[in-house]
């Protein structure tokens, strides 16, 4: 049988093996830590040579940067949905006070970015991974990767509060700054459920959206 070695081919070929790699890493990264992923690790649950990982990674580094870049990607997509559809609940209720209309917006993203943790555990995990993992030391090359993608996510947050802002829902004040706080904090509270364990007053999900509604309303 002779098989089809047309450029095609080898190209879906390759975009399987890739989306394969980054499904390995990201299960080893958000499984057992950033420390668990090493090149000969992955080159042995993939069943293949380190030479051939090389060939769809240069480096561990580069490889975590594009899982963080995938992760952020994956969870704008989801907010830009999340959000098309409040609009599409405001049409349909007829809502056209543009003050509730804004601060809506901003308090459902805030909502989106607690729910997100539950829905999207894997992307919030590693997000999280590249601010708490002492193990990870990062070029200012593989960085870049990302960093588009994250500052277009911080970029939604800004808009959100300089619209409520605008409209008289909240206070005047630095947008980017504000934003920052925002889900800085919100996902500070939110990791406190590591000792719900012990205590179900250690809330995260409950307590960030009691901080949401204490910032923006």
Known sequence: IRRDSSPEVKERFRIDRQRELLATALRIVTTEGLSALTMPRLAEELDCGIGTLYRHVPSKDALIAELQREALDRILMSF?????????????RRVVDPRRMALAKAVAGVRFWICAEREMPKEIELLRLMFTDPDLHMEEEDISRSLPVSM????????LVADAAE?????????????INVVSGTNGVLMTSVLD???????????ATMLARDLLV
């Open 152 to 159: 277009r996510l911080l970029d939604v947050a800004r808009t």
């Open 197 to 207: 364990r012990w205590d179900d007053l250690f809330n995260g999900q409950a307590l």
């Open 167 to 179: 409209h008289g829902a909240i206070g005047p004040g630095p947008d980017v700054l504000r934003a």
């Open 80 to 92: 830009e949905v999340s959000q098309a559809h409040l609009v599409d609940l405001f049409e349909l």
